[in-house]
């Protein structure tokens, strides 16, 4: 017999797994795109967007596989999602120092000016750091889990 809070969860995930899969797909093509086009800045956000969208895409299936959100995969996948997340703001805006410097430089040396405080950096950490935190409710929500099935 079927568990209908397992059948309720996958018909909710069913969109999110192929919205998220294409939206990763669509990045993918972006980043090598920009690639060709000598653009590694704008590949490097398209980069990490990928990644991001196809980490999210592997979480809902790791849900609709195991039929529960508090499983180890998910947590770990999720942890590195906030890891990514954290650090796209600070190495995009590394890759487009780097990027700035050789178009406008020829690859000479260059003024690199690298910003701690950049509004989109501060924001894109600030998120990870959300998705981190979130990642530990899902541990105590793992544990909790796991004491239930003990008891049942």
Do not use: W
């Not at 969860?9 to 899969?21: F, G, P, S, Y």
């Amino acid at each position: 017999m079927k568990d209908p809070n397992v059948e309720a969860l996958n018909k909710r995930t069913r969109t999110d797994v192929i919205i998220t899969m294409i939206l990763s797909g669509v990045f993918a093509v972006y980043a090598v795109i920009k690639l060709f086009q000598h653009a590694p800045d704008a590949a490097c956000s398209g980069m990490f967007l990928f990644v991001i969208f196809l980490l999210t895409g592997l979480i809902f299936i790791d849900i609709r596989k195991h039929g529960k959100p508090f499983a180890k995969s998910v947590i770990s996948k999720m942890r590195a999602l906030a890891l990514t997340v954290s650090v796209s703001g600070y190495l995009s805006q590394f890759a487009d120092c780097i990027a700035d410097g050789i178009r406008n430089h020829g690859g000479e040396v260059f003024p690199f000016t690298f910003y701690l405080d950049d509004r989109h950096s501060v924001y894109m950490f600030l998120l990870g750091t959300l998705i981190g935190i979130l990642s530990e409710i899902f541990v105590y929500g793992h544990a909790l889990q796991n004491d239930m099935d003990q008891i049942a």
